[in-house]
């Protein structure tokens, strides 16, 4: 079985290393992407299975990132969870009204973060 492809978008080092550390552990490739518009530019190339995408980005909201990668055919599979520390009442439903997979709280609980992803995942 081939390890599951993890793009991680977000604009904060300390969650890119320990988010990334805990994927890697588990057994997924992941790559780290700290704006939407290097996002954009490597997902042709890299292929995620699935991205985590923070919704507030210095470069590019991650709502409108993920409305353009849902638009095009070539990208449109990828599972988009969001990944935010937004949690007020209607934040969740946004997202998933905007093209959102699933949804997954900041700051992560290290005990449960891997299960949440892996149930995001087909």
């Excluded at 997924?28 to 704006?35: D, F, L, N, P, T």
């Excluded at 991650?62 to 599979?77: C, F, N, V, W």
């Excluded at 946004?94 to 093209?99: H, P, V």
Aim: proline share 5%; aromatic share 6%; glycine share 6%.
């Amino acid at each position: 079985m081939t390890a599951h492809r993890m793009m991680i978008i977000d604009d904060n080092h300390m969650n890119l290393e320990l988010v990334s550390y805990m994927l890697e552990a588990n057994g997924y490739i992941v790559k780290v992407e700290s704006g939407a518009v290097t996002a954009l530019n490597s997902i042709p190339e890299f292929q995620p299975d699935l991205i985590l995408m923070d919704i507030q980005l210095p470069d590019m909201d991650g709502l409108e990132l993920t409305r353009r990668l849902k638009a095009d055919p070539a990208t449109s599979g990828i599972v988009i969870v969001a990944f935010t520390a937004y949690a007020m009442k209607g934040d969740e439903a946004k997202m998933i009204a905007s093209g959102c997979d699933g949804y997954i709280s900041k700051p992560i609980n290290v005990s449960t973060f891997i299960s949440q992803v892996q149930s995001c995942l087909p």
